[in-house]
């Protein structure tokens, strides 16, 4: 990225490989290119150098009709502001991709959906006139709208009390292992991030730790690296 006059290295040479059905944390503090490296794999930003491949289609060198259409039938997105249209019930915002995809049943997708999320009874109503905790269910929701195999979301509970934040994670989580989807995740709580599969820790741009787990453990297990590299 360019800066003024300076080439600005957001994120150093780094290779991973996340297999399918994976939960990977990416934890980091502020600045240290864990929404960048997000954006990377969802194909939104582009990197002046190396390859990026999803599901072995290299996405670096698709135009931007190619990555729209490869998004819309393989990721989905949980961002930390929502980003819910706001003339739409919520309803019509978990029928917005399938419509724009074409689905058939859309209708009926969309109300399981938002059964799953445990929002009927919502259906109808407007985002701004649901709960910060509903409207991210909402998203949850329309991000599982098309059946993604990736699900990215980024600190998707960063802007809800904890009650609401632990309640939408268990919700991704468990909407992620009952359909397999590969999810990827940043944030800066240790809690959800040790109960990932694995976990990603960035600093000034570079992998300083990447560790994976058979079964989650404890924050407390974290190294003293990994916890610092995670502060905010």
């Given at each position: ?64 009709d ?12 949980v ?99 009952r359909?397999?989807a ?7 709580d ?36 990994e916890?610092e590299?995670?502060?905010?």
């Open positions: 990225m360019q800066s003024g006059a300076e080439a600005l290295t957001i994120l150093h040479e780094l290779d991973l490989t996340i297999p399918d059905g994976q939960f990977a944390a990416i934890v980091g503090p502020s600045g240290s290119g864990k929404s960048t490296l997000l954006g990377l794999v969802a194909g939104l930003d582009a990197p002046t150098g190396g390859r990026i491949l999803i599901d072995g289609e290299e996405i670096t060198r698709m135009g931007e190619a990555l729209a259409s490869l998004r819309s039938r393989k990721v989905g997105f961002f930390q502001s929502f980003h819910l249209i706001p003339s739409m019930t919520a309803l019509e915002n978990v029928l917005a991709p399938l419509e724009i995809a074409g689905s058939g049943g859309a209708q009926a997708r969309a109300r399981q959906l938002l059964e799953d999320t445990g929002l009927t009874a919502r259906a109808h109503h407007y985002p701004s006139q649901l709960s910060g905790g509903e409207q991210q269910r909402v998203a949850v929701a329309r991000a599982f709208a098309n059946d993604p195999s990736i699900l990215l979301a980024d600190e998707p509970t960063g802007n809800l009390d904890s009650r609401n934040g632990a309640h939408v994670f268990d919700l991704m989580l468990e909407m992620n292992r359909r397999g590969t999810l990827i995740l940043v944030t800066h240790h809690e959800l991030a040790a109960r990932a599969d694995r976990r990603i820790s960035l600093r000034d741009g570079r992998v300083v730790a990447d560790r994976v787990r058979g079964a989650a453990l404890p924050p407390e297990e974290f190294s003293a690296e916890l590299a995670a502060r905010p």
